[in-house]
């Protein structure tokens, strides 16, 4: 009678803890957030209220943010809801539906991230056909005179800190991957442009953008690089770095190279974040000025981007301080619950680029804070997932 006692006893204790641990899981903010988006768009492809599948940037952020989400989680789900964008556009042969290489647009590289792990998982060729595609894309890519990509085919001699992202961690990983070494150099080129021509020491920011040619309106005439300081931007090429030394071997000659401008955008991130509630405008130096806000997507990114670096030993653990902050303030000013239990990320400056044709945007402080700000953008819904992730991991080592 006291073993059976005993037994029993052990299961129920057994079934306690799992119950308190999924509870403990379901509490936590990357899992809030990311079964909100699910709950939002049931099937990836229908982010940003879209009609039907397309292959586009901000889908592919969310995508590998669920596949990131997988990986913390081991919840198939969230492995599930990547694939099944994966293969709303992919066909038998390998093609990428909506896909056109001759745009040379880098953005359309970016979904092309996921693609990586899922061959890994499947073995199934069309994967591999498609990532090979993007590949071939980033061969042709135009570019500066010193060997930079070009950001589109219609915005020509012009590097973009975004493109760094979109582009430079999906290279990294395909090097690695299939054995090609010599596109490190290349990599670690496009990252020594941005810094080399966007960074600006006085305020430890990067220039969202650089024109070789100062031929745009928005083009500094002596230096090229865009007028101001965009968080999200920044942002881009935070996160950037930080995965693309996931990938770096690490007897790599530019590993500590990548590493200082890590220490160096820390410290400059951390100078303009917000005292009274710990995240970032959307013109990160100016927030004293009339019009500026407090942004979701740029401030959710440069958490992500401190967790991340601290997390893997590029900063000290002193920023630490400064991204809780950040992450306490991502929840008190950005996320709303709503009527039905899921939540949303306010505050998401909708898009933001420099030049075009239609309506010429000339990277001043009005053009920016002119932009629509909107709700459960991707652009900040992955980011926050991310830094959410990021968050949790900080918290359980310090625990332990």
């Not at 005993?6 to 799992?18: E, K, Q, S």
């Not at 896909?99 to 069309?126: C, E, H, Q, S, W």
């Not at 928005?218 to 950037?240: C, E, L, Q, V």
Request: hydrophobic share 35%.
């Amino acid at each position: 009678m006291k073993y059976f006692v005993l037994t029993i006893f052990a299961v129920l204790l057994f079934i306690g803890c799992n119950r308190d641990k999924k509870q403990e899981q379901h509490n936590r903010w990357s899992v809030k957030i990311a079964k909100s988006e699910m709950t939002r768009f049931p099937e990836a492809w229908m982010i940003e209220k879209a009609k039907s599948p397309r292959w586009g940037y901000t889908h592919g952020c969310v995508a590998k943010a669920m596949l990131d989400m997988f990986d913390y989680t081991q919840d198939s789900a969230y492995y599930n809801y990547a694939k099944g964008y994966a293969d709303s556009l992919i066909t038998q042969d390998g093609q990428i539906k909506t896909y056109r290489m001759d745009k040379y647009n880098i953005d359309n590289v970016n979904p092309g991230k996921i693609l990586f792990r899922l061959y890994k998982a499947t073995g199934d060729v069309r994967y591999k056909t498609a990532i090979d595609t993007l590949a071939v894309q980033m061969e042709k890519q135009p570019r500066t005179s010193e060997g930079g990509f070009w950001h589109k085919q219609i915005y020509p001699h012009q590097m973009w800190l975004d493109g760094l992202y979109m582009a430079s961690p999906f290279l990294a990983e395909y090097a690695r991957d299939f054995n090609h070494p010599e596109i490190y150099d290349d990599i670690m080129n496009q990252i020594r442009l941005m810094d080399k021509n966007s960074y600006d020491p006085e305020t430890g920011l990067f220039y969202h953008g650089w024109d070789e040619s100062r031929e745009q309106r928005w083009a500094d005439k002596t230096t090229g690089h865009s007028p101001n300081f965009w968080s999200r931007s920044i942002g881009w090429y935070g996160m950037a770095l930080v995965d693309v030394l996931d990938f770096l071997p690490q007897n790599h000659a530019s590993r500590p190279y990548v590493i200082a401008i890590i220490e160096k955008m820390a410290e400059g991130i951390v100078r303009w974040q917000d005292d009274k509630t710990g995240v970032w405008y959307l013109v990160t130096n100016m927030g004293d000025r009339e019009g500026n806000y407090l942004e979701s997507s740029g401030s959710a990114m440069f958490v992500t981007f401190l967790y991340s670096a601290i997390n893997k030993g590029y900063i000290s653990a002193d920023y630490k301080v400064a991204a809780d902050k950040g992450f306490s303030g991502l929840v008190k000013e950005f996320v709303k619950k709503e009527d039905n239990g899921t939540y949303s990320i306010t505050n998401c400056c909708a898009v933001a680029g420099l030049g075009g044709e239609k309506t010429y945007r000339d990277g001043s402080f009005e053009y920016y804070i002119g932009e629509p700000v909107i709700l459960n953008d991707p652009k900040s819904v992955a980011p926050f997932i991310w830094a959410a992730i990021e968050h949790e991991k900080s918290e359980n080592k310090t625990k332990k």
